[in-house]
């Protein structure tokens, strides 16, 4: 009950930060609920952001497939982590400088300023559709280790109601810069125990030579490449869920939020440079430990071995070290949970709501936004009620949904040629494949390469094919009035300019440059 007793403290404590950062300093306008006032400097945006997509995807549901599947899972680390950094900046930058200028609050805005309306409205919904796996495999991490460290005393059915009531109350009260605060101490927290289990849980054998060497010999083909007759960690495999998940951090809503709410250009450059190794250093750290449980927790099967994490802990640490090690990845799951609820939140106030009540005042999206926050967080949980699938594959196959809309964003971009037609048919057609796919098949004919789609999975066949609808749709139909005229704004020769801090025209204009200093 230890670490019961630690989780409801680390959510008392939490409620508390994020009323507080909200209360200090600010006007506590609707700027500073949705973009924290673009007031976030380096250190609290580089661990925000890494707090918002490290969860427990990445504490429970890495362990768990390292657990199951071997050092093939490390592959895709490599292949997603290491090129993100730079994808984000040369996606997000425009993110950041329009953001600053055109008073951006959600994703909606920029496909709104470069489409219309149609694509302002359809990707909120989309990103909805994304995030309902991504969420419910957060909820269901949590429901599923606050069972096995309490023993079974709380129930995975009241785990799921327990620490999601805490979340959403702070993101009630505090907002993006409550958010950004609580996901800064809760990622500082994570990191230092995913440290201590690792060191642990290789000590226990004798290192992490001889503990990999005692798994290689149970477990050989946790070491191979394309086992059980090519079906895990192929080559395609590998490339589906890494393009997956790269692609999809860049069109989730954290990285549009973060860039919002940083206060300086050199802020934002630091949060997407740091942000790649940081991010494989944990998660690689993760995914070892769930080998190496192999042999300290072996026999573990499907949705059971989402819970290694928290039973090897508790095998190898004292009591109230596994308590705290159990805590520090539900504080991972949680503030996922926070950014990305937050970010759907924001989007149903700012991009639907006002769109269907232009006159809305910032009180009234702020208070749609918090109902928003409750709904989702409802919705969630009530999925997650009867759990059959682990958590890395739900994880795998919101981040595969959501980065079908990468095209529309490079082409708001950088592709004066885009249309909003292209845009709204490759978003229709990438979202409907991938649940087209997922309908017949279900999570393997998403994830895992068939013979049917010349060996891609579903998720890379319905990328495919985004793709050139939207390039073949953009020849074909010719750009509008709203295209045509985004494109002084998209387009501004002050974009091109290198060196440059990125600051809003007091006088009202498009944007204004400085040397950076």
Same mark, same amino acid.
Request: net charge positive; with cysteine.
């Given at each position: 009950?230890?670490?019961?007793?630690?989780?409801?403290?680390?959510?008392?404590?939490?409620?508390?930060?994020?009323?507080?950062?909200? *209360?200090?300093? /600010?006007? *506590?306008?609707?700027?500073?609920? $949705?973009?924290?006032?673009?007031?976030?400097?380096?250190?609290?945006?580089?661990? /925000?952001?890494?707090?918002?997509?490290?969860?427990?995807? /990445?504490?429970?549901?890495? /362990?768990?497939?390292?657990?199951?599947?071997?050092?093939?899972?490390?592959?895709?680390?490599?292949?997603?982590?290491?090129?993100?950094?730079?994808?984000?900046?040369?996606?997000?930058?425009?993110?950041?400088?329009?953001?600053?200028?055109?008073?951006?609050?959600?994703?909606?805005?920029?496909?709104?300023?470069?489409?219309?309306?149609?694509?302002?409205?359809?990707?909120?919904?989309?990103?909805?559709?994304?995030?309902?796996?991504?969420?419910?495999?957060?909820?269901?991490?949590?429901?599923?280790?606050?069972?096995?460290?309490?023993?079974?005393?709380?129930?995975? &059915?009241?785990?799921?109601?327990?620490?999601?009531?805490?979340?959403?109350?702070?993101?009630?009260?505090?907002?993006?810069?409550?958010?950004?605060?609580?996901?800064?101490?809760?990622?500082?927290?994570?990191?230092?125990?995913?440290?201590?289990?690792?060191?642990?849980?290789?000590?226990?054998?004798?290192? $992490?030579?001889?503990?990999?060497?005692?798994?290689?010999? *149970?477990?050989?083909?946790?070491?191979?490449?394309?086992?059980?007759?090519?079906?895990?960690?192929?080559?395609?495999?590998?490339?589906?869920?890494?393009?997956?998940?790269?692609?999809?951090?860049?069109?989730?809503?954290?990285?549009?939020?973060?860039?919002?709410?940083?206060?300086?250009? &050199?802020?934002?450059?630091?949060?997407?440079?740091?942000?790649?190794?940081?991010?494989?250093?944990?998660?690689?750290?993760?995914?070892?430990?769930?080998?190496?449980?192999?042999?300290?927790?072996?026999?573990? &099967?499907?949705?059971?071995?989402?819970?290694?994490?928290?039973?090897?802990?508790?095998?190898?640490?004292?009591?109230?070290?596994?308590?705290?090690?159990?805590?520090?990845?539900?504080?991972?799951?949680?503030?996922?949970?926070?950014?990305?609820?937050?970010?759907?939140?924001?989007?149903?106030?700012?991009?639907?709501?006002?769109?269907?009540?232009?006159?809305?005042?910032?009180?009234?999206?702020?208070?749609?936004?918090?109902?928003?926050?409750?709904?989702?967080?409802?919705?969630?949980?009530?999925?997650?009620?009867?759990?059959?699938?682990?958590?890395?594959?739900?994880?795998?196959?919101? $981040?595969?949904?959501?980065?079908?809309?990468?095209?529309?964003?490079?082409?708001?971009?950088?592709?004066?040629?885009?249309? *909003?037609?292209?845009?709204?048919?490759?978003?229709?057609?990438?979202?409907?494949?991938?649940?087209?796919?997922?309908?017949?098949?279900? &999570?393997?004919?998403?994830?895992?390469?068939?013979?049917?789609?010349?060996?891609?999975?579903?998720?890379?066949?319905?990328?495919?094919?985004?793709?050139?609808? $939207?390039?073949?749709?953009?020849?074909?139909?010719?750009?509008?009035?709203?295209?045509?005229?985004?494109?002084?704004?998209?387009?501004?020769?002050?974009?091109?300019?290198?060196?440059?801090?990125?600051?809003?025209?007091?006088?009202?204009?498009?944007?204004?440059?400085?040397?950076?200093?």
């Amino acid at each position: 009950m230890s670490a019961v007793l630690i989780i409801t403290g680390i959510c008392m404590i939490s409620v508390v930060i994020s009323y507080a950062a909200f *209360r200090r300093g /600010s006007a *506590r306008s609707a700027d500073d609920y $949705f973009v924290a006032g673009s007031s976030l400097g380096y250190f609290v945006l580089i661990f /925000s952001l890494l707090s918002s997509f490290l969860s427990a995807f /990445s504490m429970f549901g890495m /362990s768990s497939l390292g657990y199951r599947t071997g050092f093939g899972a490390l592959f895709v680390l490599c292949v997603n982590l290491v090129p993100l950094g730079f994808l984000w900046y040369f996606m997000h930058r425009k993110t950041f400088i329009l953001g600053r200028s055109r008073k951006w609050v959600s994703m909606g805005a920029p496909f709104g300023e470069r489409y219309g309306n149609g694509m302002r409205v359809l990707i909120p919904v989309v990103t909805i559709l994304a995030s309902i796996p991504y969420l419910v495999a957060q909820i269901q991490g949590i429901g599923l280790m606050l069972e096995a460290m309490s023993e079974a005393i709380i129930p995975y &059915k009241m785990g799921l109601l327990f620490v999601p009531a805490f979340i959403a109350v702070y993101l009630i009260m505090g907002g993006m810069k409550g958010a950004a605060w609580v996901n800064t101490v809760q990622g500082i927290f994570f990191s230092v125990m995913v440290f201590v289990l690792f060191f642990t849980v290789m000590m226990k054998n004798g290192g $992490f030579g001889p503990t990999m060497d005692l798994v290689y010999e *149970r477990h050989p083909e946790l070491f191979q490449l394309g086992a059980k007759g090519g079906k895990v960690w192929s080559y395609p495999m590998v490339f589906g869920f890494a393009a997956a998940m790269c692609l999809g951090s860049v069109c989730f809503p954290q990285p549009y939020m973060h860039a919002y709410s940083s206060r300086s250009a &050199k802020g934002f450059k630091a949060m997407v440079v740091s942000f790649g190794g940081l991010c494989m250093i944990l998660v690689i750290c993760t995914t070892l430990v769930g080998i190496a449980s192999t042999i300290i927790i072996p026999g573990l &099967k499907g949705v059971q071995a989402d819970k290694v994490y928290g039973l090897v802990a508790t095998a190898v640490l004292p009591n109230w070290l596994a308590a705290l090690a159990v805590a520090g990845g539900f504080t991972a799951a949680m503030s996922t949970v926070n950014g990305l609820v937050f970010g759907n939140a924001t989007n149903v106030s700012n991009d639907l709501y006002k769109l269907l009540r232009p006159s809305a005042t910032s009180g009234e999206l702020v208070t749609v936004a918090r109902l928003a926050v409750g709904g989702i967080m409802i919705i969630c949980v009530i999925l997650a009620w009867n759990p059959n699938t682990p958590v890395a594959e739900l994880s795998v196959i919101a $981040f595969g949904m959501v980065a079908v809309t990468i095209f529309p964003l490079w082409g708001a971009y950088f592709w004066k040629r885009a249309t *909003r037609h292209a845009a709204i048919a490759s978003t229709l057609a990438g979202v409907g494949m991938n649940l087209t796919f997922f309908a017949i098949g279900g &999570k393997s004919m998403v994830l895992f390469p068939q013979a049917s789609l010349l060996q891609l999975n579903g998720f890379l066949m319905s990328l495919v094919v985004a793709g050139i609808v $939207f390039v073949v749709g953009s020849l074909i139909t010719q750009p509008g009035d709203i295209e045509n005229k985004s494109l002084a704004i998209f387009f501004h020769s002050a974009l091109t300019r290198q060196r440059s801090h990125e600051r809003t025209d007091a006088s009202g204009g498009v944007y204004a440059t400085a040397e950076e200093r």
